[in-house]
């Protein structure tokens, strides 16, 4: 019986300190998004803001080996919960951040930043090669009309998606690299 109070405690720590780490993820990538959504004018500040999201899977790990040192043994099924409750966190987060900026905030900034980079003429020959025969001024009109007329909760909404592939993606490496080995003695 105490056997299994200890599964049930370390079960509820696990899941406490998932939802903790992942809100820490979450702020990266919070960061990651402001950074990237800058760098449509600034494209310094995008590669910043790419590099905050990469950089929220070490941070991850180092997370979750902390745990594992600390708190509690984690076995790679528990490794894996753990990592994906993390990520999801921060996918929850990130979709939270994403409506706010985009209800908020935003204020159509998005869609003009594309319509500008579409009629630029440094990615015109690009695009030419890409849709021949588009009147390019106009499909820079049809982005702006588009993302004008779809809500900020839809939005933040279609975004979500991506963010939980990328959660379960990212679950499966980070779990091998932060579970607990199995020792011949039963300890760590």
């Known amino acids: 019986m105490n056997e299994q109070l200890q599964d049930a405690t370390t079960r509820q720590q696990?899941?406490?300190?998932?939802?903790?780490?992942?809100?820490?993820?979450?702020?990266?990538?919070?960061?990651?998004f402001g950074l990237i959504i800058y760098g449509l004018k600034a494209p310094l500040a995008g590669h910043i803001g790419l590099a905050f999201g990469i950089f929220s899977?070490?941070?991850a790990i180092k997370l979750m080996?902390?745990?594992?040192?600390?708190?509690?043994?984690?076995?790679l099924r528990r490794a894996w919960h753990m990592a994906l409750m993390?990520?999801?966190?921060?996918?929850?987060?990130?979709?939270?951040?994403?409506?706010?900026?985009?209800?908020?905030?935003?204020?159509?900034y998005m869609a003009r930043s594309?319509?500008?980079?579409?009629?630029?003429p440094e990615y015109r020959p690009m695009l030419?090669?890409?849709?021949?025969?588009?009147?390019?001024?106009?499909?820079?009109?049809?982005?702006?009309?588009?993302?004008?007329?779809?809500?900020?909760?839809?939005?933040?909404?279609q975004m979500l998606p991506l963010s939980l592939f990328l959660a379960i993606i990212l679950a499966v490496p980070t779990a091998f690299l932060s579970f607990s080995k199995p020792t011949n003695n039963g300890n760590k």
């Open 86 to 108: 993390l990520y999801l966190c921060a996918a929850l987060l990130l979709a939270f951040a994403q409506y706010i900026y985009f209800a908020y905030i935003d204020g159509g």
């Open 14 to 32: 696990t899941r406490a300190y998932a939802a903790w780490y992942g809100v820490q993820v979450g702020l990266c990538w919070i960061a990651s």
């Open 128 to 157: 030419e090669a890409m849709l021949p025969g588009q009147d390019f001024d106009q499909l820079a009109n049809d982005i702006i009309t588009t993302f004008s007329t779809i809500s900020p909760a839809r939005l933040a909404v």
């Open 114 to 120: 594309y319509g500008e980079i579409l009629t630029s």
């Open 57 to 59: 899977v070490p941070i």
């Open 65 to 75: 080996r902390q745990f594992r040192d600390q708190i509690a043994e984690l076995p």
